[in-house]
């Protein structure tokens, strides 16, 4: 995931007392396992038989 800037237009503010922090984690955590997953993901090639 690609790092917002403040000054990029895209940018949205959020008050911490309107995020939720457990929820924040939540996503963190899966988004990390997947990449896991993926990264863990590995496929046998067949050799040539000679």
Do not use: G, H
Not at 25 to 48: G, H, M, S, W, Y
């Amino acid at each position: 995931m690609k790092p917002t800037r403040i000054l990029d237009p895209n940018f949205k503010y959020t008050p911490s007392e309107k995020t939720n922090i457990a929820k924040t984690f939540a996503r963190i955590r899966r988004e990390q396992a997947e990449a896991e997953r993926q990264k863990a993901t590995v496929t046998q090639l067949k050799r040539r038989q000679k």
